[in-house]
């Protein structure tokens, strides 16, 4: 694909994204007018804020509520997609997911033993967090025990963890009580943007920021590790190293996002799929896509979570009911040539 | 010399001892084939020569320096390595292929720049296959692959080019392509190391010859010098022939009557 269709593709998605973001700020049991938008966001840079009351209470609602769930859900979809962009490429595997290497057990054992300790939101985030990246370090530590370094180890060491943890989670749901506890870890673990607000949005910005830029600055050399540890280490690549600093990255993005949000399946594994059949397998262009067209995919989900019935839908659900069957139509679409 | 290899052994880890004491030098314009029956470590030498294996014993100079002690980077720099055949997980045109060779003179967080590219295209003319750029390599046929991974390890500007089993995988027009490939290489100055089940290559091809036997006894010589039919009968426990044929000026290596 040449360079102008590929920068048009980065613009047509970019600029369906702001539409998007625009949109799910407006749409809502409160809908609002676009321009009372501007309204409300130009007159908070105003030198003299024009009190007017329903500007008052829109403001609450934009600033308060939609405009952190708007910035949230599009943070968590680019990073959980990247996530899944990267592993795909460095596993050379196309059905690998974010959590390949026991992220999601991770973070949801870690909420789990929140919830049953009774702590609060802050907690269970941070424990969540914790737990995921606790996954991973159990992870690449077992094919160093085991002295035996190649992705496949790798990627069954993420397996026996992953395992082991999803049994541990089964254990505290199985004493867990079940009207409060058991049905608050069942909620975390299908996914929900409900009790987001401008703190969390706050707190996985920076791991955002410093994930995506440094997997972008890697995205040629993620190319490399996917031909293969051998040809990688021939072509002058420290295999390990850059391995190392990619799963840190990788892992980071995916339980800062799944810490705040739950686990939220799917999107990590169908959007990468999607950046490929727009613009192709190479990694320096498909990224940059799988980044916005991730943040738009979870937005359109949240925002139908959200509005399309009184109840919030546990995002899960909707990733699955639509991203699979997307998925399916992408496999007849690349069927010719991507793998 | 570019590369000296220095009394090296090799085991792998719980295994009896694969080959031990090797040693013999790569000069420039050299072609070296390594011959031997099956498991008897042809691609472990290969890949101890490619740092993709360490030896046990020995050591390896590039250059005069233990290559146990260079990085992958600087390494790359001077050795190509030619893999037997490529499964790629995700296709990419073949100009971003052969590309990556590039790689060792590309900064960690770089991407490839103009030059780069240019660096690419060249080799994808020295081999005559400047017509496959933008196909895929998920689209081309395994002749056209070998030239690609080729060029690609042109693209590095290395001294040496080691291949293991070139000609493995295709049919035998590509096969003597592939030699004559490799001939070429050798007269631009390039140093050559391959593997090769069939002798037949390694005379084809002339300069050393470098043998293990399956008792991991190491014969290193020149192809004319090494390669008898006794040798060739004890080195792969068959009969075997060894005939001049006038008419193509050569000495051509075949089995007796079955």
Not at chain 1, 52 to 77: C, H, N, Q, S, Y
Not at chain 2, 142 to 160: C, D, H, M, T, Y
């Amino acid at each position: 694909m040449n360079k102008g269709a590929y920068l048009r593709t980065v613009f047509i998605l970019f600029l369906l994204l702001c539409c998007s973001a625009l949109a799910a700020v407006c749409i809502g049991r409160l809908s609002v007018n676009p321009l009372d938008v501007y309204q409300v966001i130009s007159s908070k840079f105003a030198a003299e804020p024009v009190i007017d009351e329903t500007l008052e209470a829109l403001d609450t609602v934009l600033f308060k509520i939609r405009i952190p769930r708007t910035l949230a859900a599009m943070m968590v979809g680019a990073m959980l997609s990247l996530s899944g962009a990267v592993y795909q490429g460095v596993f050379k595997n196309p059905l690998v997911s974010p959590d390949i290497l026991g992220v999601s057990s991770g973070a949801s054992v870690g909420a789990a033993s929140a919830i049953l300790l009774g702590l609060g939101m802050i907690e269970r985030q941070s424990f969540a967090f914790l737990g995921g990246i606790l996954a991973v370090v159990l992870a690449t530590a077992i094919p160093k025990l085991l002295k035996i370094y190649s992705n496949l180890i790798l990627v069954l060491s993420g397996i026996i963890v992953g395992g082991f943890l999803s049994s541990l989670l089964a254990i505290m749901k199985f004493v867990a009580e079940e009207q409060t506890e058991l049905s608050a870890i069942v909620f975390w673990q299908m996914g929900s943007f409900a009790p987001i607000d401008m703190k969390e949005v706050v707190a996985i910005s920076p791991v955002f920021l410093i994930g995506t830029i440094l997997l972008m600055g890697l995205s040629w050399r993620i190319n490399i590790l996917s031909f293969g540890e051998v040809e990688a280490k021939t072509l002058g690549i420290n295999v390990r190293q850059l391995m190392g600093i990619i799963i840190a990255c990788a892992s980071f993005l995916t339980a800062s996002a799944v810490s705040i949000c739950g686990t939220i399946g799917w999107i990590g594994l169908v959007i990468p799929h999607l950046a490929r059949l727009l613009v192709g397998s190479d990694h320096t262009k498909m990224m940059p896509v799988t980044v916005i067209s991730g943040a738009l995919f979870m937005l359109i989900i949240d925002t139908i979570a959200r509005a399309l019935l009184t109840v919030e839908i546990p995002l899960s659900i909707l990733t699955g009911i639509i991203g699979a069957p997307c998925y399916a139509w992408l496999l007849y679409k690349q069927r010719a040539n991507v793998f | 010399m570019i590369l000296e290899v220095k009394n090296i052994s090799f085991a792998y880890a719980g295994a009896p001892t694969l080959f031990s004491d090797i040693s013999f030098s790569v000069n420039r314009g050299q072609i070296i084939s390594i011959i031997g029956p099956n498991g008897v470590g042809k691609t472990t030498l290969l890949n101890c020569m490619a740092n993709l294996a360490a030896p046990k014993d020995g050591e390896i100079l590039l250059e005069g320096k233990d290559m146990k002690r260079l990085k992958a980077r600087e390494i790359a720099k001077k050795i190509a390595f030619v893999p037997q055949f490529i499964i790629p997980s995700f296709s990419y045109d073949v100009l971003s292929y052969v590309v990556t060779g590039c790689a060792p003179r590309i900064g960690t967080f770089e991407k490839p720049k103009q030059e780069h590219y240019a660096i690419a295209q060249q080799s994808l003319e020295q081999m005559k296959i400047s017509h496959l750029a933008q196909k895929y390599y998920t689209q081309i046929s395994g002749g056209e692959r070998q030239q690609v991974s080729i060029a690609r390890a042109l693209a590095q500007r290395p001294k040496v080019i080691l291949m293991d089993e070139p000609t493995a995988h295709l049919d035998y027009g590509n096969q003597i392509k592939v030699l004559k490939i490799i001939k070429e290489l050798a007269a631009e100055g390039y140093a050559a190391v391959i593997t090769t089940h069939n002798p037949d290559h390694a005379l084809l091809l002339g300069g050393e010859v470098a043998a293990i036997n399956s008792n991991g006894q190491f014969i290193f010589g020149s192809s004319r010098s090494v390669i008898n039919e006794d040798f060739l009968s004890a080195l792969y426990g068959v009969d075997l022939c060894l005939h001049h044929i006038p008419g193509i000026g050569r000495d051509v290596c075949v089995a007796a009557s079955l």
